[in-house]
């Protein structure tokens, strides 16, 4: 890689193989997932192959009025590059062409779209494992509809953590060479504060300096913690989850020998982050890094799961069901997931050693 982390083109190197899912049928996920195959700019990047239903690839090319001839291969075909024009899917034939329209109408919950969006997952996980590619780029799922499918799942995340094994399945945003980490996630604000403990934030600064470590080449990388009250509580004016848990915690991890900086208030914290003052940054709740990371590139914010022994990144958005079908949705996001797994592929090994399956799916 070059200094600023983007893949090096090595003349006689094969680029990494990356398996773009599709996502929800019913969604814009194939309509992306055709315009990603099509970028002239990726070949050269990374070998893609899609994952999932050659029926709703064909629907979401012919969606985008995209010439495109789908070649349905399994594994061992990845080495063989298909002709010009043509792309290829490890098919999962959840639905015939003539049935599509009917089964998985666009913009529409259901269990046939739920399943169908599972079993390329699953699909996608087991030739990752397998080193049949060396990374998944997953395009949205729709959470009810892999409900109504049977998964037990709360979504992405959750289900790639049971599939692979992994323990603590966790999220990283990478966006402008900044790395983001969530203390909490999917929670309310006001139950993200109360979940914020002197512990669970040690946690989530170790897991997060972790992640620097195995996705970064800095022998030694700095995280910033960020604060949550403004002005970082002025002493306790504004609040006092600094002083009585941020503070501890990080003192806690500079004593263990990290290299670790903060709570910095919020409002300057990613700023400084994105002009390469720190590695990573730590932010508490779901909008708190959302909103820096999205408000500073929101097509150019990749979601990428650590923890697991492979490696996966996604588009930071959803199923779209408004504009499924119609050819408008926008693919930049989907292109930038494929560009950063091409540039964390090395970082593979790295991974796999530092968390391998610990859990053993079947029981």
Not at 30 to 36: L, Y
Not at 52 to 68: I, Q
């Amino acid at each position: 890689m070059d200094h600023a982390g983007n893949p090096m083109d090595h003349a006689g190197d094969p680029p990494p193989v990356v398996a773009l899912t599709l996502g929800d049928p019913a969604g814009i996920g194939p309509e992306i997932v055709a315009r990603t195959l099509a970028d002239p700019g990726l070949p050269h990047i990374a070998r893609c192959v899609a994952v999932g239903d050659a029926a709703a690839l064909r629907r979401g090319a012919r969606a985008c009025g995209l010439e495109m001839k789908v070649r349905s291969i399994d594994t061992a075909g990845i080495g063989t590059r298909p002709e010009p024009g043509v792309v290829d899917i490890l098919d999962t034939a959840a639905v015939t062409d003539a049935e599509i329209a009917d089964t998985m109408p666009w913009g529409r919950v259901g269990a046939p779209a739920g399943a169908a969006a599972l079993a390329a997952i699953r699909l996608a996980v087991r030739a990752a494992e397998a080193g049949a590619v060396d990374a998944i780029a997953t395009a949205p799922i729709n959470k009810e509809s892999i409900w109504a499918a049977g998964a037990g799942q709360l979504g992405h995340t959750e289900l790639l953590g049971e599939l692979t094994g992994a323990a603590h399945p966790d999220t990283m945003f990478v966006v402008g060479g900044l790395k983001i980490f969530f203390t909490t996630r999917h929670a309310s604000l006001r139950t993200a504060l109360d979940l914020l403990t002197p512990e669970r934030v040690d946690a989530a600064i170790t897991a997060a300096h972790q992640a620097l470590r195995v996705f970064g080449d800095e022998p030694d990388p700095v995280l910033a913690v960020a604060a949550v009250n403004p002005h970082g509580g002025e002493g306790g004016a504004f609040g006092d989850e600094e002083i009585e848990v941020l503070a501890p915690a990080v003192a806690r991890a500079r004593d263990r020998g990290l290299a670790v900086v903060g709570p910095i208030p919020a409002d300057s914290v990613f700023h400084q982050g994105l002009r390469g003052r720190w590695a990573g940054v730590l932010s508490h709740f779901h909008d708190q890094g959302h909103i820096a990371a999205k408000t500073f590139d929101f097509d150019g914010t990749v979601s990428v799961t650590v923890g697991l022994p492979i490696l996966r990144t996604s588009v930071d958005h959803g199923t779209a069901f408004d504009i499924a079908g119609t050819g408008v949705a926008e693919y930049a996001s989907m292109r930038e997931a494929v560009r950063t797994a091409a540039r964390f592929a090395p970082a593979v090994p790295r991974l796999r050693a530092t968390w391998p399956r610990t859990v053993d799916p079947a029981g």
